[in-house]
């Protein structure tokens, strides 16, 4: 079994910067994993894929909306993938997950990931 934990949400102005780390744990996670990825979701709105990262080399890919202000991290040794996020704006309010694929396959496809954390929320003001 794998889990997924959330950590650093929180309330922030436009234009800040939030660091989120999920961390992972559980006897099938290592064998299991292949790739990270982070997604949010906005009331009212379908999960929207943000950022991805394979376990092994740390290879990243990233949504065009957010390409050049988030930035994907891990610490394989921590079981820890990061998200920094700058400059961030109103529309980035939303509950932010962290996900594990078995797959590289198909990065920003919500339905390859398997194991998902209960998210945290990021708030950011004008």
């Known amino acids: 079994q794998v889990q997924l934990v959330e950590i650093g949400g929180g309330l922030v102005q436009a234009g800040n910067s939030l660091r989120l780390a999920c961390a992972a744990s559980?006897?099938?996670?290592?064998?299991?994993?292949?790739?990270m990825g982070w997604f949010r979701q906005a009331p009212g709105k379908e999960r929207e894929f943000l950022a991805a990262?394979?376990?092994?080399?740390?290879?990243?890919t990233y949504a065009d909306s957010v390409k050049g202000r988030f930035t994907c991290s891990r610490d394989n040794a921590k079981n820890t993938v990061y998200l920094e996020m700058n400059n961030l704006k109103t529309d980035d309010t939303a509950v932010y997950y962290c996900?594990?694929?078995?797959?590289?396959?198909?990065?920003?496809?919500?339905?390859?990931?398997?194991?998902w954390g209960q998210g945290t929320q990021v708030t950011v003001s004008s």
């Open positions: 996900a594990a694929s078995n797959t590289w396959r198909a990065p920003a496809y919500a339905p390859a990931y398997k194991y």
């Open positions: 559980g006897r099938t996670f290592a064998e299991y994993t292949m790739a």
């Open positions: 990262i394979t376990w092994s080399r740390g290879s990243t």
